[in-house]
């Protein structure tokens, strides 16, 4: 089963309205964290936001916000008032256990969802 | 200066060349990774190191090796390339004692086999 599924290949948004990524996960280990990245066409990795298995609340950073749903085991990423510069790929990943052990080092990608934004 | 830093950053070789391609950061982190991205399939993990003398496979380690020269290197060889490897690399670096171990990325080295 794959351990984290982006459903969604491509998503259009229209300058300054919302928009939400969706981001499925698969884990028995209670202890586990959820990354978005950003890839635009240039190529690089951008950290975008963070949320750990035992936060209480949802994280924030800027404009971005992740809709944490444990019980549904989702964690979808929300962009606020979109902007040109928000057209990318963005890709959804998870460390599993405990921080200070080797399995949570390793973080499993999705396939990622290409955003375009449009005037 | 960038953080980490990947080279060469483009490199088209012939099958059955061996390449190496290298990884270097000024973060202090222990943790370094190689991935490989390939269209629609997301990143893949190659081999992480956790430190100089501790190398672990990850999900697609056949056809590559890896060395962590010191602790602010780690290169990845291709010993015999083969098209299928055609890919964009990326080297990752974490820090043990953050509360999230977010990894940060290197700009990416594109892999072109012939």
């Known amino acids: 089963a794959q351990k984290i599924t982006q459903t969604q290949p491509g998503m259009f948004v229209q300058e300054k309205e919302a928009v939400t990524l969706d981001c499925t996960y698969d884990?028995?280990?209670?202890?586990?964290?959820l990354f978005w990245y950003k890839q635009p066409s240039s190529g690089e990795m951008i950290f975008l936001i963070y949320q750990g298995s035992y936060d209480q609340q949802n994280a924030t950073e800027g404009r971005y916000s992740l809709n944490f749903q444990k019980a549904r085991k989702s964690a979808n990423l929300v962009i606020s008032a979109s902007q040109l510069g928000d057209s990318a790929m963005y890709f959804c990943?998870?460390?599993?256990?405990?921080?200070?052990?080797?399995?949570?080092?390793?973080?499993?990608f999705g396939t990622g969802t290409r955003l375009q934004v449009t005037l | 200066d960038a953080d980490v830093t990947q080279t060469p950053r483009n490199r088209i070789t012939k099958t059955g060349k061996r390449i190496m391609l290298e990884c270097s950061q000024t973060k202090g982190h222990d943790r370094m990774y190689w991935y490989r991205q390939d269209p629609g399939l997301g990143l893949r993990l190659i081999y992480y190191s956790f430190d100089v003398k501790d190398i672990n496979k990850g999900e697609i380690s056949d056809g590559y090796s890896v060395s962590r020269q010191a602790q602010a290197k780690f290169s990845l060889s291709l010993e015999s390339a083969i098209p299928n490897q055609t890919a964009l690399y990326f080297c990752a670096t974490s820090d043990l004692g953050t509360s999230d171990n977010e990894q940060f990325f290197g700009p990416g080295t594109r892999l072109t086999v012939l």
């Open positions: 884990t028995s280990d209670p202890s586990y964290g």
């Open positions: 990943a998870m460390r599993e256990g405990l921080l200070n052990t080797g399995t949570a080092s390793k973080l499993t």
